[in-house]
T-cell receptor, first 112, second 114 residues
Framework: AQSVTQLDSHVSVSEGTPVLLRCNYS??????LFWYVQHPNKGLQLLLK??????LVKGINGFEAEFKKSETSFHLTKPSAHMSDAAEYFC??????????FGAGTRLTVKP | NAGVTQTPKFQVLKTGQSMTLQCAQD?????MSWYRQDPGMGLRLIHY???????DQGEVPNGYNVSRSTTEDFPLRLLSAAPSQTSVYFC?????????????FGPGTRLTVL
């Protein structure tokens, strides 16, 4: 079985300050992990993915995430938030080809 | 490429009515899937297909049927709509190279069942 827990349903930061969105996972197998972003009334876009290569993964728009097996975590970070980063972010785990489990999502608000 | 397209964008049904949500992709992807998105619950997998003629159930399949007669199309059918099926539905596709492949999502269909 596999599951994802996003530890914060809502995160609010000021523009120019760091972003941290937390994700813990559970998986019986070596997982693949993803972060997706969803802007209001839009579909989902892949930010980055971990596939058992480097543990620090760089994605689009300055985001990155670090896979920590000992902590079963895959937190998403960005050094400096931009207004356009305001969106909902989903952490996703997949332990086989056909079953992806999404977290409940974290809504990121960026204040000017 | 148009990517993954979904129709309609919005739909209102009465309880007991049936309808089909359409999904098409032009990327020649073998794998296609349907998710529903509900507030506070992320996306949950309804059904998926790894190729024409092959479908399987996901996490929340009850009340939904699918078929895959072509590589391009993967319609989702609600035979007798219920208010609990009010949700936003997303179709997605990817190659079947593995779970590491990027999934491409459609823009979604917002369904309300009264």
């Amino acid at each position: 079985a596999q599951s994802v827990t996003q530890l914060d349903s809502h995160v609010s930061v000021s523009e120019g300050t760091p972003v941290l969105l937390r994700c813990n996972y559970s998986s019986s197998y070596s997982p693949s992990l993803f972060w997706y972003v969803q802007h209001p009334n839009k579909g989902l876009q892949l930010l980055l993915k971990y596939t058992s290569a480097a543990t620090l993964v760089k994605g689009i728009n300055g985001f990155e995430a670090e896979f920590k097996k000992s902590e079963t975590s895959f937190h998403l970070t960005k050094p400096s938030a931009h207004m356009s980063d305001a969106a909902e972010y989903f952490c996703v785990v997949s332990a086989n080809n056909n079953d992806m489990r999404f977290g409940a999502g974290t809504r990121l608000t960026v204040k000017p | 490429n148009a990517g993954v397209t979904q129709t309609p964008k919005f739909q209102v049904l009465k309880t007991g009515q049936s309808m089909t949500l359409q999904c098409a992709q032009d990327m020649n992807h073998e794998y296609m899937s349907w998710y529903r998105q509900d507030p506070g619950m992320g996306l949950r997998l309804i059904h998926y297909s790894v190729g024409a003629g092959i479908t399987d159930q996901g996490e929340v399949p009850n009340g939904y049927n699918v078929s895959r007669s072509t590589t391009e199309d993967f319609p989702l059918r609600l035979l007798s709509a219920a208010p609990s099926q009010t949700s936003v539905y997303f179709c997605a596709s990817r190659r079947t190279g593995g779970s590491t492949d990027t999934q491409y999502f459609g823009p979604g269909t917002r369904l309300t069942v009264l």
